[in-house]
């Protein structure tokens, strides 16, 4: 399967402030890729379908302007949080489409 | 709407015991039923997946069970040990090239010694 990985695993940022999460696919060139947010507890929410030079495909109720995503090659995609605040705070997950998803390890983002 | 519903929410087993999840879905356009396993703070692993044209499927401890007429499917850990602990969440996916996968609620599993 696909080897996926993210960067960064954990971040802490001040309300108001854009963080960026890379999710890369290290063997596998990926054209499509998805991005979850997870709250404690719960299930995986899909928030968008990266595609590889076009636009991402958002899920009803996920702001495109907060949640920007860029897939700009075959094997990286990222997730840019504008004005972060405390309620953003969640685990992001991306994963890849080949003949499976193949999810990364997760991004723990806590805004203060 | 939940898709595909998934039960008990969590399950407390004793080292050894099997335990059982249970999913169900409506949508007969899902054409693939993959489970996956999650440690806290870790993405989810695929563990297995099953399409409707088979009944069981058994890899190592695990098995799935796949009843199309009730559009259920299920799955079942052999043996169980304290390193199973963890969460599992069914998913199903359309057919038709997509690689979406809709979700269950997940099943927060604890094998105790």
């Known amino acids: 399967g696909a080897v996926v990985s993210q960067h960064p695993s954990r971040v802490i940022c001040k309300s108001g402030t854009s963080v960026k999460i890379e999710c890369r696919s290290l063997?596998?060139?990926?054209?499509?890729m998805f991005w979850y947010r997870q709250f404690p507890k719960q299930s995986l929410m899909l928030m968008a379908t990266s595609n590889e030079g076009s636009k991402a495909t958002y899920e009803q109720g996920v702001e495109k302007d907060k949640f920007l995503i860029n897939h700009a090659s075959l094997t990286l995609s990222t997730l840019t949080v504008t004005s972060a605040h405390p309620e953003d705070s969640s685990f992001y997950i991306c994963?890849?489409?080949?003949?499976?998803?193949?999810f990364g390890p997760g991004t723990r983002l806590t805004v203060l | 709407q939940q898709q595909v519903k998934q039960s008990p929410q969590s399950l407390i087993v004793q080292k050894g015991g099997i335990p059982i999840i249970n999913c169900a879905y409506e949508?007969?356009?899902?054409?693939?039923f993959p489970w996956y396993q999650q440690f806290p703070g870790k993405g989810p692993a695929l563990l297995i997946a099953i399409r409707p044209d088979v009944s069981e499927k058994k890899e190592g401890r695990f098995t799935i069970s796949f009843n199309k007429s009730a559009k259920q499917f299920s799955l079942h850990i052999m043996d169980s040990q304290p390193g199973d602990s963890a969460t599992y969440f069914c998913a199903a996916r359309l057919a038709a090239g997509s690689y979406q996968l809709t979700f269950g609620k997940g099943t927060k599993l604890s094998v105790i010694p």
């Open positions: 994963s890849v489409a080949s003949t499976e998803q193949f």
């Open positions: 949508n007969t356009a899902f054409d693939y």
């Open positions: 063997d596998f060139q990926a054209t499509t």
